[in-house]
């Protein structure tokens, strides 16, 4: 598959560079983009949820009233889960979300995710550029001349320039990252994937190792 590459400015460079179809376009399988999607969004969790316990809570230990006798349910301390105050019966602990994927799985659903994307012609890919200073005005012009300055953005650079990075991390949904930082959930998120073009290489390198 072959797409046009253009300028800073959005104007053709008159050149086309390939999307080679072992990443661009295989057969998705959408089972490893949910496996992979999951994994990601599983592994940002905290799992730093804590509530107290029975043995947790503050409070008397002391037998409120007689086991038997009464006419009422028995009860023990004020620390019964079934009091207002009590501990909580099961509550959550602090636990790690995160699982295991295998690596070839992870190289599928990203695959997946890239080759959905090149068919629904949401790839453009940009000629080598650089900010000479950390402008937001000038990244926000790169969005407007390429005609997605009202999508969900993501800019792949094939290796960290801070101009750009600097120029564009306070733009409401626009992501920069470097190619061998791409994954399944920033694809499958954004609704335009913008190419450096020298970061193509570099994803071929990552991703197609067959």
């Known amino acids: ?18 999307l080679t ?34 043995n947790e809570i503050s409070g008397s230990s002391k037998k409120l009233k ?7 349910a028995r009860a023990g301390n004020i620390k019964n889960p079934q009091f207002k105050g009590g501990g909580r019966i099961f509550g959550p602990t602090p636990r790690d979300y995160s ?3 295998n690596k070839k799985v992870k190289d599928l659903a990203r695959r997946s995710a890239l080759t959905y994307k090149a068919k629904d012609n949401q790839i453009a890919v940009v000629e080598d550029f650089n900010f000479e200073a950390p402008k ?21 650079l094939p290796e960290v320039k801070k101009n ?3 120029s564009g ?9 470097t190619a061998d930082q791409i994954n ?21 390198n990552l991703l197609n190792k067959q």
């Not at 399944?184 to 071929?204: F, G, M, P, W």
């Open 136 to 156: 937001t005005k000038q990244y926000i012009s790169l969005l407007k001349s390429l005609s997605v300055q009202d999508k969900k953005t993501l800019v792949v």
């Open 169 to 177: 991390r306070n733009i409401q949904n626009s992501k920069i990252i």
């Open 66 to 72: 007689k086991q038997k006798g009464t006419g009422g």
């Open 184 to 204: 399944t959930y920033d694809v499958i998120n954004a609704e335009q994937i913008i190419l450096v073009e020298s970061s193509l290489s570099k994803i071929d």
């Open 99 to 101: 699982f295991k994927l």
């Open 1 to 18: 598959m072959e797409i046009a590459v253009v300028k800073q400015s959005g104007e053709s460079t008159g050149r086309k560079v390939s």
């Open 21 to 54: 179809s072992e990443v661009f376009g295989i057969e998705p399988n959408d089972h490893a983009i949910w496996l992979d999607v999951k994994s990601f969004l599983a592994n940002k969790r905290q799992g730093t949820h804590k509530s107290k316990q029975r």
């Open 164 to 166: 750009i990075v600097l």
